[in-house]
C-alpha cells in the first residue's frame, strides 16, 4: 500500500476525520445498508462516495476489524505537518506542552499518547520520521480521532527537533525511571517538553544528554515500569493541574 494513504475504519474515526480535517478524506465508503443512516452534512463534504456490499471491503483494511460499514481514504503526507511549518505559526507560552516520541513501535501507545495529549490541553506531538510506527488505521482508531485534532509533525531527527524546541524557549523533560527528580514535586513553569523513550529501551542516550531533566514517576516497589502511553498520560496529567488554563485552548478544528 501506497504510505500516502491510509484507510481508516469504524463511525467514530472517520466521523471526526471529516469534520475535523475535510482536505486529508479523499475518498468515503460506505456499505449499502449503512448509506442512508450517515449525516448528509458529512457526506457533502467528501470528493469521492463509493458505496460496497456484502462481506468483501473494496478497500485494504483487515478483514477482522470492526469497520461497522465505514471507510474512508486519507492522505497521510497532508495530515502530517512539517516542523517548519508547525514553528513557522505557533505562539510558545508558558502554557505551551509538547510530547516528543522516542521511537514508539506500538501503534496502539502512540494512538493512546495522541489522546491523552488532546485531553490534557497539549500543543502538538512530535513523530520520528524514522525507527518509528507511522501514522495508521490502528493509531487513529486508538485515539479516538483525536489524530484529527491534535497538530502532529513529522520530523527527521528528535535531537536537532529537542534543540529546536529549547531554543524556542521551552524546557525539556525525559521520562525515565532513572530520573533523580520526581514529576510530582516538579514545577512546570516553563513551556514544556515531554521526551517519552522507546517500549523496549526507553530514552535513547544520546537523546538524554539534550533533555534539560530526566524525571521519574515515583510507583510502589511491586511495579517497575509502566507503558510509554501511560506514563505520558500520567505527565500530561500533571502538567495540566499546574495549567489549567490550557484546557480552555481550543483544539484546531
Same mark, same amino acid.
Given at each position: ?13 472517520? =466521523? ?5 480535517r ?9 456499505r ?24 468483501k471491503l473494496p ?5 477482522e476489524v ?6 474512508a ?8 505537518l512539517?516542523?517548519e511549518?508547525f ?13 516528543v ?5 506500538d ?10 495529549a ?5 500543543s ?14 490502528a493509531v487513529?482508531?486508538v ?19 529537542? =534543540? ?8 525539556v523533560?525525559?521520562?525515565?525511571? =532513572?530520573?533523580?527528580?520526581?514529576l510530582?514535586i ?17 530514552? #535513547? ?8 531533566m530526566?524525571?521519574?514517576i ?8 509502566l ?9 500530561l496529567?500533571?502538567?495540566?493541574a499546574?495549567h #489549567? ?9
Amino acid at each position: 500500500m501506497d504510505d500516502k494513504y491510509i484507510y481508516i475504519y469504524g463511525r467514530h474515526a472517520v =466521523e471526526e476525520a471529516i469534520l475535523h480535517r475535510p482536505d486529508v478524506v479523499k475518498i468515503l465508503y460506505l456499505r449499502d445498508d449503512v448509506r442512508d443512516d450517515f449525516p448528509v452534512a458529512l457526506k457533502s463534504k467528501v470528493p469521492q462516495l463509493k458505496v460496497f456490499s456484502g462481506k468483501k471491503l473494496p478497500v485494504p483494511v483487515d478483514s477482522e476489524v470492526v469497520h461497522q460499514g465505514i471507510l474512508a481514504k486519507i492522505d497521510r503526507e497532508a495530515l502530517l505537518l512539517s516542523y517548519e511549518a508547525f514553528m513557522a505559526n505557533i505562539e510558545v507560552t508558558s502554557d505551551s506542552c509538547f510530547v516528543v516520541l522516542g521511537e514508539l513501535q506500538d501503534p496502539h501507545n502512540v494512538g493512546a499518547v495522541i489522546r491523552s495529549a488532546a485531553a490534557f490541553g497539549a500543543s502538538a506531538i512530535f513523530l520520528p520520521k524514522h525507527r518509528q510506527v507511522s501514522l495508521t488505521a490502528a493509531v487513529v482508531k486508538v485515539s479516538a480521532g483525536m489524530a484529527f485534532r491534535m497538530p502532529l509533525v513529522e520530523v527527521g531527527n528528535v535531537n536537532r527537533t529537542i =534543540e529546536g524546541l529549547k531554543e524556542a524557549g521551552c524546557f525539556v523533560y525525559g521520562l525515565a525511571g =532513572e530520573g533523580k527528580q520526581s514529576l510530582f514535586i516538579e514545577r512546570f513553569t516553563k513551556p514544556t517538553v515531554f521526551v517519552l523513550g522507546n517500549e523496549a529501551d526507553g530514552i #535513547r542516550e544520546k537523546t538524554r544528554e539534550h533533555c534539560d531533566m530526566l524525571l521519574h514517576i515515583p510507583m510502589h516497589p511491586r511495579c517497575e515500569s509502566l507503558n510509554a502511553s501511560v506514563s505520558a498520560a500520567i505527565a500530561l496529567a500533571t502538567w495540566s493541574a499546574q495549567h #489549567r488554563d490550557a484546557l480552555l485552548n481550543k483544539l484546531p478544528t
